[in-house]
T-cell receptor, first 112, second 112 residues
Framework: DGGITQSPKYLFRKEGQNVTLSCEQN?????MYWYRQDPGQGLRLIYY???????QKGDIAEGYSVSREKKESFPLTVTSAQKNPTAFYLC???????????FGPGTRLTVT | LAKTTQPISMDSYEGQEVNITCSHN???????ITWYQQFPSQGPRFIIQ???TKVTNEVASLFIPADRKSSTLSLPRVSLSDTAVYYC?????????????FGDGTTLTVKP
């Protein structure tokens, strides 16, 4: 059963702590993406990766970091430098040359 | 990436056809037009993609005029379950690493 998974679904952290969000896909897709969504707004691109061991900043990369050590995995770390980390985080993947992104179910992060 | 403009919200009734128009005046020659659907607290789901004229699949049609400066997503005979946010995206996914700019989308509310 192919797909893209994110865990956990809900995550709570105290301010000042780093937190890592998991994203795994078994679709054999080369490209992976991280988006942030705030209430009532669209998705904003944080980071993306086209191949293993390579990634690029998106529109709002400050306060976030990623790694792409395996094709299947693209974890996102929300650091303490991110001023407003509370949001809904979505991971997606895409086959190179493909016309659509496949999204995971999302992780809702709450930082207090 | 070309900027898109969509209505913020639309209302409809069950069984009606719904047309959502997206403006993209700065669309480039190699850009495709893609529509996604998003339900609350879920990742977006691909609906349809097109380059010019008309594209139809099992759930929707996409109409693109000759100048390609706008496009219209048509949902035939909507039901309550079509209540969602619909995003219009424009981009050349082969040269932009599949990066997508999601605007704020159109919130469609289908009433009984």
């Amino acid at each position: 059963d192919g797909g893209i998974t994110q865990s956990p679904k809900y995550l709570f952290r105290k301010e000042g702590q780093n937190v890592t969000l998991s994203c795994e896909q078994n679709l054999n897709h080369d490209a992976m993406y991280w988006y942030r969504q705030d209430p009532g707004q669209g998705l904003r691109l944080i980071y993306y990766s086209q191949i293993v061991n390579d990634f690029q900043k998106g529109d709002i990369a400050e306060g976030y970091s990623v790694s792409r050590e395996k094709k299947e995995s693209f974890p996102l770390t929300v650091t303490s430098a991110q001023k407003n980390p509370t949001a809904f985080y979505l991971c997606a993947s895409r086959l190179t040359g493909g016309d659509e992104q496949y999204f995971g179910p999302g992780t809702r992060l709450t930082v207090t | 990436l070309a900027k898109t403009t969509q209505p913020i919200s639309m209302d409809s009734y069950e069984g009606q056809e719904v047309n959502i128009t997206c403006s993209h005046n700065n669309i480039a020659t190699n850009d495709y037009i893609t529509w996604y659907q998003q339900f609350p607290s879920q990742g977006p789901r691909f609906i349809i993609q097109g380059y010019k004229t008309k594209v139809t699949n099992e759930v929707a049609s996409l109409f693109i005029p000759a100048d390609r400066k706008s496009s219209t997503l048509s949902l035939p005979r909507v039901s309550l379950s079509d209540t969602a946010v619909y995003y219009c995206l424009v981009g050349d996914y082969n040269t932009n690493a599949g990066k997508s700019t999601f605007g704020d989308g159109t919130t469609l509310t289908v009433k009984p």
